[in-house]
């Protein structure tokens, strides 16, 4: 008789707790255990939340090499089924081997659940029977459990379900989180509606009266941007580190649509728009996706929404100002062309227009197609095509947490017909679908890979350009890990190619991600391990620092109305010289539009106590030593830059913490 011993993690979290009876059978390469009772001194508490238990189970002979565990368990009689939570079992075999089985798994029900060994396998190189058997059966189950479905043509495809509780347990919110995101989303309106502005649908009549709603919920830099939203310098400084820093462009040549001449912005012929584009002083913002949209009916009045062209000019003092703005993409004499040297508010109007432009373009494209979806589509297709055991799972799925739910509330509350941004933004409804497929109709690969965007953008050499210097460290340290991770498990090329997991994974991006467009260069499948490690590379990026940097701000940058109207509600001026403070406030949203937008910034920008910051794993998914290594180097990596970025900031009037390691969130999980 030998005996193995065996200890069970339950997770330490709210309801992880079960009472019920818990089995295990441990299958080896030369035979199995009985179905055994994990009876311990602990008793009932032995599978207490937090709880670690140590249990004997005895076989007449060794069973070998151990491969998978199956464990189960069951309700006492008139007692109820509950779920459980088991973060991970351990073996220790009469030979002195230890196992580990990473499971990190809600088990709700009486069935038996295999699980796997924490080495990592690829497809071709698990050879026991039992293994390869398990392996088909998880897959099986997860493409039950992880349908697509389609929201609407012409986007990213989703997963297919009906309410969050249809979600599998193990991709829904914590209790924690669950609690919190209802709290804020709850607390940020009755705030509001207590002051009896959430049902005002009247214009604003004074600026002063704006901080009624702002005094609710203010950050330190919300408070900066209300101070300082009218300057040139500070509008110029958005387009490179506010919630939209992808949009700005080097500009070699003006748009014949854009007739900008010399005599209109330097004034006196102290300089030349050649020159300068020569100098690389020039830069476009082009809101030409925004072109023809239909814009949106509030309160049952007609919203606007432009398509403007911005040029901005890197002054000597490297300032990033703003020189000529015009709204609509079509030059007409009804179209002016807007200089800082125009009145105040034709000039203040012209870069309101531009900000409320930026928030749908924003929102739509930079953050919900190019963050949000594109992340649901990484995770649905990794659940459904890669098993546990596989080394890309290990890999990506901290990267999924929470993403599935908190899309499928986006399309519920944001989206949906009655969503906040359907009925209160100026491209709710019809044009905001009309974003999205554009958006995702132009999308490039290489715009997703930091390092290509800046260079195809021409901004390499911006200076105070604190995205791009935070993004490619960023993107070069989690390469680096990437690399040293996929080296180790792949050594060649034909691997990578004979690995018909990791091949269906991208197939069912390319397919349901990017609608098999091959114009957006992303790869159908996997030809060289060089390929694949950009590829996961620009995954987990996309996933943790572009959602941070994107998203974090909207709060700072938007609560502050004025600075980024969610919509507007009068036609901007067709000539010069008819505006005024008066007309400016008859423009923005009306209280109970600006005070939907304000709640929702405010939640959407509130991190959850749970939150798990780049490069920590509390899930051990990896046993091997090499991976082990890697994670602790990444880890300490993320520590220095860390470190390196808040001394930076220190000496910022506006300090840039959104990729900062400690603030970026490892998933979309916000």
């Not at 002051?195 to 600026?207: C, F, P, R, V, Y």
């Not at 949009?247 to 728009?273: K, W, Y």
Request: net charge negative; charged share 20%; glycine share 6%.
């Amino acid at each position: 008789m030998v005996t193995y011993e065996v200890t069970v993690f339950t997770g330490n979290m709210v309801t992880a707790t079960t009472f019920n009876n818990v089995f295990v059978k441990l299958v080896g390469t030369d035979g199995e255990s009985d179905h055994t009772w994990l009876l311990g001194f602990k008793g009932a508490a032995s599978f207490y939340k937090g709880a670690v238990s140590s249990f004997s189970v005895s076989c007449t002979q060794s069973i070998g090499k151990i491969v998978l565990i199956e464990l189960n368990k069951q309700p006492l009689p008139l007692f109820p089924e509950d779920s459980w939570f088991v973060a991970k079992v351990e073996v220790k075999s009469p030979e002195g081997d230890n196992y580990n089985f990473p499971i990190y798994r809600w088990i709700t029900d009486s069935e038996v659940h295999r699980f796997r060994e924490a080495t990592a396998l690829r497809v071709f190189e698990d050879n026991h029977h039992l293994g390869k058997y398990s392996r088909e059966q998880e897959l099986k189950q997860r493409e039950e459990d992880y349908r697509w479905g389609v929201y609407v043509e012409g986007i990213p495809h989703n997963i297919k379900v009906n309410n969050p509780l249809s979600l599998p347990c193990e991709v829904r919110f914590s209790f924690t989180k669950t609690t919190e995101f209802l709290y804020t989303a709850t607390t940020g309106l009755t705030e509001l509606k207590l002051k009896g502005l959430a049902d005002t649908k009247e214009n604003w009549t004074d600026i002063d009266d704006i901080n009624r709603v702002f005094c609710c919920n203010r950050t330190a830099l919300s408070d900066y941007v209300q101070q300082h939203w009218k300057e040139d310098a500070f509008f110029g400084y958005q387009f490179l580190n506010g919630v939209n820093p992808i949009l700005i462009q080097r500009c070699t040549a003006l748009p014949d649509n854009f007739p900008v001449t010399d005599e209109m912005v330097f004034l006196h012929g102290q300089c030349s728009l050649a020159k300068e584009m020569k100098k690389g002083n020039i830069f476009l913002c082009d809101y030409k996706r925004l072109d023809g949209l239909k814009a949106n009916t509030i309160n049952g009045k007609k919203q606007y929404l432009m398509a403007p062209l911005v040029l901005l000019h890197k002054t000597p003092d490297d300032k990033m100002m703003p020189i000529a703005i015009q709204l609509k993409q079509t030059p007409a004499d009804d179209n002016p062309i807007f200089f800082p040297t125009d009145s105040e508010y034709d000039w203040l109007m012209a870069k309101i227009f531009v900000r409320s432009s930026d928030f749908n373009e924003h929102q739509l494209n930079v953050h919900l197609l190019r963050t949000h979806l594109l992340a649901e589509v990484f995770a649905v297709s990794l659940l459904r095509n890669v098993p546990m055991v596989h080394p890309l799972y290990k890999l990506l799925i901290p990267h999924t947490r929470y993403t599935l739910q908190i899309n499928y509330l986006a399309r519920l509350l944001l989206i949906a017909e009655d969503g906040v941004f359907t009925k209160f933004a100026s491209s709710g409804g019809e044009g905001m679908i009309t974003i999205l497929k554009r958006s995702l109709s132009s999308i490039t690969y290489s715009s997703l890979c930091i390092p290509e965007d800046i260079a195809d953008r021409g901004v390499e050499d911006v200076p105070n350009y604190y995205y791009r210097d935070d993004g490619l460290k960023l993107w070069h340290i989690i390469h680096r890990f990437v690399q040293g991770i996929i080296n180790y498990y792949y050594k060649n090329d034909a691997e990578v190619k004979k690995d018909s997991e990791l091949q269906k994974w991208i197939g069912d991006i390319f397919e349901h991600g990017f609608l098999s467009q091959a114009c957006t260069g992303i790869p159908e499948r996997f030809s060289t391990v060089v390929e694949l490690v950009k590829f996961i590379t620009m995954v987990i990026f996309t996933c943790s620092c572009q959602h941070s940097a994107v998203n974090g701000g909207q709060y700072d940058y938007g609560g502050w109305m004025p600075n980024t109207p969610i919509a507007l509600q009068r036609p901007p001026p067709t000539t010069k010289g008819t505006t005024s403070e008066a007309t400016m406030l008859q423009t923005f949203p009306d209280i109970n539009t600006t005070v939907q937008g304000m709640a929702t910034m405010w939640l959407l920008s509130k991190q959850s106590s749970d939150f798990v910051p780049l490069g920590q794993y509390p899930e051990d998914h990896f046993r091997e030593e090499i991976p082990s290594k890697l994670i602790k180097d990444f880890q300490g990596q993320l520590e220095v830059f860390s470190v390196a970025t808040k001394t930076r900031n220190k000496n910022l009037e506006v300090p840039y913490t959104y990729l900062d390691p400690t603030e970026v969130e490892n998933s979309v999980a916000i």
